[in-house]
């Protein structure tokens, strides 16, 4: 593959040990949608529903992205990452911070919820910094360089929210609005989250479907109205919240968020492989998503919506759908290529090794896409409509849909995670 550089890949445990969490917490996310239905359909503004969020946000997405970009950084930017064993002890420490943050909010225990919200707030910061000190390093300014860098910078502003509420949570320095509440959202969501998937997708679409020869021009246009438009969203929900600005910037987020699918679907036009794949279908979905998202994000925006379960479908949509979808596509392409680096690059040329598509049952991947996605449709259908009946039908195949995921997936990612490189690549290692 041209453009990235498998030697430099880490020791497969440091990737490994964050991959395999966030795959146990996708779990638990997905069983905990149809469990927590009547409470998803009646309100977000609920200590179950923020603790069902976080185990989202900071225990499946965050967890893999932290793993994707120890593994992505000096593969495919050429950046060599400041102490891996820095990483891995910070590993721990995050791991701890989540596990107690979750159920301090779901059992209400504002001591708990300040205390461990601290660790995870110590957990993220070190790796923030570590990326940030890292990328003097990097030799491939490719777009996701930018992008990642910028989503680092909100992951600092978003943690640094984080910390004020997590403390603010037991000792009531102040009331926290939902203006207030929306900006750490969105900054979470949109600044740390989003970008980084954004650039990443760039990386993957380009690598993985050998599309090549587009310029950047609207990809650098997008890097810059998100980050206008996310600066304004936030500024104008602290400071001038229920005016026509926080319409105004939502909008703007929502027309970037369309420039960024016109923009993958021009780079997917120059593929040399034109059959689409199972992970391609899951973009095609995430994309989707992130379209609904950003609609239901002006709609919210504008004060305009019937109740709060459309607040609860606005996060499901981005985080199940945008996010979600794509992180399972694109783990149909990163855990095989990982799993085949560290177990048979070493072997190539001395005995037949098997081939990266061999390592996926694909007929599994179709399954646990099609139960993924009605799943999907039906739980945000039910949502929006406030019948937690559906919500539980619909969470209940979209969990099948999971299971059949975590059965193909755990086999390649788990032993990532307890191992080490187990000796130096033989000559001749692919490259």
């Known amino acids: ?134 990328f003097p390093s990097v030799q491939y300014w490719h777009p996701m360089a930018f992008y990642v860098l910028a989503a680092l910078i909100w992951l600092v502003a978003t943690i640094g929210f984080g910390l004020v509420y997590a403390l603010n949570w037991h000792f009531r320095w102040f009331d926290v609005s939902d203006p207030m509440l929306a900006a750490h959202v969105h900054i979470g969501l949109a600044g740390w989250l989003g970008l980084t998937l954004m650039g990443v997708s760039y990386k993957l679409t380009e690598l993985f479907s050998l599309a090549h020869g587009r310029g950047w021009i609207l990809t650098f246009a997008n890097l810059a109205a998100w980050n206008v438009g996310l600066l304004g969203l936030t500024l104008s929900l602290l400071f001038a919240a229920g005016t026509p600005l926080v319409t105004g910037f939502a909008a703007l987020l929502a027309a970037s968020a369309l420039l960024h699918v016109l923009d993958v679907g021009l780079l997917l036009r120059t593929r040399r492989r034109r059959k689409l794949t199972v992970d391609q279908w899951h973009g095609f979905a995430s994309l989707a998503a992130l379209l609904v998202a950003a609609a239901l994000g002006v709609l919210l925006a504008s004060g305009h919506i019937p109740g709060r379960n459309w607040v609860v479908a606005y996060g499901y949509a981005a985080l199940a759908g945008w996010f979600g979808f794509a992180i399972l596509g694109k783990s149909y392409r990163i855990l095989p290529f990982l799993s085949w ?64 995921f975590a059965f193909s997936a755990a086999g390649l990612v788990l032993p990532l995670a307890l191992r080490r490189r187990p000796a130096a690549p033989a000559n001749g290692a692919a490259a």
Request: hydrophobic share 55%; net charge positive.
């Open 341 to 404: 680096l560290h177990r048979f690059s070493g072997l190539a040329g001395q005995r037949p090794v098997p081939l990266l598509r061999e390592l996926v049952d694909e007929r599994l991947a179709w399954v646990s896409f099609s139960l993924l996605v009605v799943g999907f449709a039906a739980v945000l259908s039910g949502l929006l409509v406030g019948d937690a009946v559906v919500v539980r039908g619909g969470g209940m195949v979209y969990a099948a849909g999971a299971l059949v």
């Open 1 to 134: 593959m041209s453009g990235i550089k498998p030697k430099r890949s880490p020791e497969p445990d440091l990737p490994g040990r964050y991959l395999a969490t966030g795959l146990g917490a996708f779990l638990l996310f997905a069983v905990g949608v149809p469990l927590l239905a009547p409470d998803l359909v009646r309100t977000n503004d609920e200590p179950r529903v923020f603790a069902l969020t976080h185990v989202a946000v900071l225990g499946w997405i965050t967890m893999t992205m932290f793993g994707a970009l120890y593994q992505l950084f000096p593969v495919a930017l050429g950046g060599t990452v400041r102490s891996p064993r820095l990483g891995r002890w910070n590993y721990w420490v995050l791991l701890a911070g989540v596990a107690g943050f979750v159920p301090s909010f779901y059992l209400d225990w504002t001591p708990g919820v300040a205390l461990f919200g601290c660790l995870v707030v110590g957990g993220v910061l070190h790796f923030a910094f570590q990326m940030l000190r890292s």
